[in-house]
């Protein structure tokens, strides 16, 4: 993955995001169930997750993915 890797402990999965989009919206090859999600580094930051057909959606804003 051309944004950084995915790691898994037990049910939880982990996106170590080092090059997000420069819109804030990162689309993650699968389709999955989320029930949290969120920034470790900047947890103020709203995360927005949804599920299409291309995948699972993680917006951050141009504003978290820029800094």
């Not at 037990?10 to 080092?18: G, R």
């Not at 997000?20 to 699968?30: A, E, F, I």
């Not at 580094?41 to 299409?52: G, L």
Request: hydrophobic fraction near 45%; proline fraction near 4%; aromatic fraction near 8%.
């Amino acid at each position: 993955m051309s944004w950084g890797k995915a790691t898994r402990n037990a049910l939880t999965l982990y996106l170590h995001v080092f090059k997000w989009p420069k819109d804030g919206r990162l689309t993650v090859p699968m389709q999955a169930t989320v029930t949290r999600a969120r920034l470790l580094a900047k947890t103020d930051f709203p995360v927005v997750v949804s599920v299409t057909a291309g995948g699972t959606v993680v917006e951050v804003g141009s504003a978290a993915a820029r800094s």
